[in-house]
């Protein structure tokens, strides 16, 4: 596009600070927040803002297992998905917590252990702040802009593509079956996340400022 590439800087998505990694006494702590188990694996079932995509029909798959978890499923905005999620829960064979519109999406990543989430960009790199790995839905076409979120977690190994709403089951017993497995994608999460991103960015334009040119004292005093 005609710009000089010495003048590009790439400094990764500017993040609220609070989508930090925590430890595990303050994950088992959100999650107590939650009136969850604080020792049970986790699964966060991210729906979005408007609870769109393929994320409720993985959820209706997600509660029809026989699974040692438990989960929350997140439906935004979206108030007839948060009424048929939470009667959806009841018929679940292990613990479901249902919100609908939430300002703590901070919280509720740090309290999990694995998130299911189309492959927004924003929500992608906040989780990957949160060191959290993540299960993409790839039966829902991404958008345009987020074509290429999808790449670079596949390549980094800091989630897993469900191409199957049915294969959700299997791989969140993978997941708790194989720590080693588990313990990979977490770790692969450090390699994409770009949790100082907007530092980084406010220091490139500060550094791109003139510097202020300020008057002898003479001048200050004549002045």
């Known amino acids: 596009y005609g710009v000089d590439p010495a003048k590009?800087?790439?400094?990764?998505?500017?993040?609220?600070?609070?989508?930090?990694?925590?430890?595990?006494?303050?994950?088992?702590?959100?999650?107590?927040?939650?009136?969850?188990?604080?020792?049970k694996?986790?699964?966060?079932?991210?729906?979005?803002?408007?609870?769109?995509?393929?994320?409720?029909?993985?959820?209706?798959?997600?509660?029809?297992g026989e699974l040692d978890v438990q989960a929350i499923f997140l439906a935004g905005k979206n108030e007839a998905l948060r009424i048929e999620a939470e009667e959806l829960a009841k018929t679940a064979k292990f613990?479901?917590?249902?919100i609908g519109y939430s300002d703590e999406v901070e919280k509720l990543m740090q309290s999990a252990n694995v998130m299911v989430s189309k492959l927004g960009g924003l929500t992608t790199f906040e989780a990957l702040a949160c060191r959290?790995?993540?299960?993409?839905?790839?039966?829902?076409?991404?958008?345009?802009q987020?074509?290429?979120?999808?790449?670079?977690?596949?390549?980094g190994g800091a989630g897993i593509l469900l191409e199957r709403s049915v294969d959700i089951v299997p791989t969140i017993r993978s997941l708790i079956g194989d720590s080693v497995r588990y313990r990979d994608l977490r770790a692969a999460t450090r390699g994409l996340a770009t949790p100082d991103a907007t530092e980084r960015i406010v220091r490139e334009i500060a550094a791109l400022m003139p510097k202020p040119v300020l008057p002898s004292p003479?001048?200050?005093?004549?002045?």
Do not use: H, Y
């Open 132 to 144: 959290l790995p993540i299960i993409a839905d790839g039966t829902t076409p991404p958008m345009p």
């Open 41 to 64: 694996f986790t699964v966060f079932v991210n729906a979005g803002w408007v609870g769109g995509g393929n994320i409720p029909v993985i959820f209706k798959e997600l509660i029809r």
């Open 218 to 223: 003479a001048e200050a005093a004549a002045g």
């Open 146 to 155: 987020e074509a290429g979120t999808l790449k670079l977690l596949a390549d």
């Open 95 to 98: 613990p479901v917590k249902v």
């Open 8 to 39: 590009i800087k790439i400094s990764g998505l500017p993040l609220n600070p609070t989508f930090r990694e925590v430890d595990e006494i303050d994950a088992q702590n959100a999650r107590r927040a939650f009136g969850l188990d604080p020792d």
